[in-house]
């Protein structure tokens, strides 16, 4: 018999972290670039990170995943969305039909989508879905806990698996997306366990709702946490107790990425709390984390702002599904194109003696 809290334990503690030796040949590297110290900013800084990661100073991008998790949220009985809870049915079928905005990204950038049917609330079977369903969704947390701090694990341990079949599968990198009505409100809940934050600062219109029902949703979440009384050392208890099975199946494939070392891309406000739960379970996942786009649900700067990390992009999105990675896989792209093909001083023929005393500025480095 699986013993899951094992298991778990044995991923979370054997993470490493990046390899300096091949960060200081990637810095060496790009600093021999001919082009202006520094002048290329966040693809070189992009560069480096790969280098740390894989331990090659020359990547490929070319076999790109996103990890989708689908899954309900009793919560939705509150009013909090102004969209019917079948809908994430609905979307999570759209996903294989190829017809939702992150799979015509997707599609565009040539990226595989694993969609991953975690907890929605049907008994069906969803055609082009991963079929890991826990249970038709979860409790409503104003009345109730969400989820077991077992089911929790669970989750986990499945996002832990979608990470270890991408990895098997060949991918270079991977992004994070999810589908679940309400699941902007069990979010702020997190975030708001998490951090301290305000129900101002971590509650936002989620995918457009009224002014009532804004104002029922920060009810909702201030209600959700002072009935369950989550414990905001220990990110396993918030979700359980006021996350949803998708943050939870999210917050283990960035647990699976930085252990099988493959970079892995964060979308908006859920996908960036679940990666900040997972980070507070391990630190080194931060390693390992390249951002994409800037959402404009407000609770997302709070999550970055915490985990010291700022979008590469800012294009107003607010959709999830791990549309923004797609676009920021391209971005990447263009990080190994530079540092694969790009010609150095001496392969340029160009004498370089002229950086020195640049080169002798600590703040030159990238």
């Not at 699941?183 to 975030?191: H, P, Q, R």
Request: aromatic share 6%; glycine share 8%; charged share 25%.
């Amino acid at each position: 018999m699986r013993d899951e809290k094992l298991e778990l334990k044995k991923i979370i503690n054997d993470i490493t972290g990046l390899n300096e030796d091949a960060i200081e040949e990637a810095r060496l590297r790009v600093n021999s670039l001919a082009k202006p110290l520094g002048s290329l900013g966040k693809l070189e800084d992009i560069a480096i990170k790969l280098a740390g990661i894989t331990g090659k100073i020359k990547n490929s991008i070319n076999k790109k995943c996103i990890i989708i998790m689908s899954s309900d949220n009793g919560v939705v009985e509150e009013g909090v969305a102004s969209a019917p809870q079948s809908v994430t049915l609905a979307q999570t079928i759209n996903f294989s039909r190829g017809v939702t905005g992150v799979a015509v990204l997707a599609k565009e950038n040539n990226c595989d989508l694993k969609v991953v049917d975690i907890g929605v609330n049907t008994d069906r079977k969803i055609p082009g879905a991963i079929d890991r369903k826990i249970r038709k969704g979860t409790y409503n947390i104003v009345k109730r806990q969400a989820m077991s701090y077992d089911e929790c694990i669970r989750a986990i341990n499945i996002g832990i698996e979608m990470a270890r079949s991408a990895y098997e599968d060949g991918y270079n990198i991977l992004g994070v997306g999810e589908m679940g009505i309400g699941n902007t409100t069990t979010s702020s809940s997190v975030l708001v366990s998490l951090t301290e934050c305000s129900i101002e600062e971590a509650v936002g219109k989620g995918a457009g709702i009224t002014k009532e029902a804004f104002e029922k949703k920060k009810w909702v979440v201030s209600e959700a946490i002072k009935v369950n009384n989550p414990d905001k050392k220990d990110p396993i208890d918030v979700v359980s107790k006021v996350g949803g099975f998708d943050i939870a199946g999210m917050m283990g494939v960035f647990l699976g990425a930085a252990y099988y070392k493959i970079p892995i891309v964060i979308d908006g406000f859920i996908s960036v709390v679940a990666a900040l739960a997972a980070v507070r379970i391990n630190p080194l996942v931060k390693e390992y984390l390249i951002t994409s786009h800037c959402s404009k649900e407000i609770g997302y700067n709070i999550a970055m702002k915490e985990l010291e990390l700022e979008p590469m992009l800012n294009l107003d999105m607010r959709l999830g599904e791990g549309s923004g990675c797609p676009i920021a896989f391209s971005v990447i792209e263009f990080s190994c194109a530079m540092m694969n093909n790009m010609a150095t001083f001496d392969e340029a023929e160009i004498n370089d003696d002229y950086l020195d005393e640049v080169r002798g500025e600590e703040n030159y480095i990238v």
